[in-house]
C-alpha cells in the first residue's frame, strides 16, 4: 500500500498537536531544505512505507518551533515519522543515601536480556547522537 509522504506527516503534525506553521526548518545531512519546496516534494511523493527496503531518505529533520523535531524511522524495511523531544529534568530529587534500583523488576531485566537489537540499536544511537550535536540540543 502506498503512503503519501504529504499526508503521512501532516497526520503526524496533528497527532502531536502542531501544524505546518509550528515547523522551524528541514534539513536532511547535508542541507537546509527550504518548507515550500520540500512540502510541495512531499505532495507529490508516493512510497510503499511496508516491509521491504527504505525509500525515504533516513537522514531528515522536521524541527519544531518548541524545540522538539521529527525524524525518520525505520524497523524491519516498515518506515514512519518518530516524534523526539528534549526531555525535561525532573523537579523532585532523590535524597542522598536513599536507596532505589534501576530495573523496573526481575522479569522485565529478563525478558530485556533476551531480547536485544544491539545493531539495530547502535545504528539508531549513532544517528540521535549526530543530530543532537548538529542541532546543538
Not at 502506498?2 to 498537536?17: F, I, R, S, W
Not at 508516493?46 to 533516513?58: H, L, R, T
Not at 524541527?63 to 516498515?78: I, M, N, P, T, V
Request: with cysteine.
Amino acid at each position: 500500500m502506498l503512503t503519501n509522504a504529504y499526508d503521512e506527516l501532516m497526520g503526524m503534525l496533528a497527532v502531536h498537536c502542531y501544524t505546518i506553521g509550528n515547523i522551524a526548518w528541514v534539513a536532511d545531512a547535508r542541507y537546509r531544505l527550504p518548507l515550500p519546496e520540500f512540502l510541495d516534494k512531499l505532495k507529490e511523493t508516493n512510497y510503499d512505507s511496508g516491509y521491504g527496503s527504505v525509500e525515504f531518505d533516513p537522514s531528515i529533520i522536521v524541527k519544531l518551533d518548541d524545540g522538539s523535531w521529527f525524524e525518520r524511522a525505520e524497523y524491519d524495511g516498515s518506515e514512519w515519522w518518530q516524534y523526539r523531544y528534549v526531555p525535561t529534568c525532573p523537579v523532585m530529587v532523590l535524597s542522598r543515601g536513599t536507596e532505589y534500583s534501576l530495573i523496573c523488576d526481575e522479569q522485565y531485566a529478563e525478558l530485556e536480556a533476551e531480547y536485544s537489537e544491539a545493531q539495530h540499536d547502535q545504528y539508531w544511537d549513532e544517528l540521535e547522537d549526530y543530530w543532537v550535536k548538529a542541532l546543538k540540543l
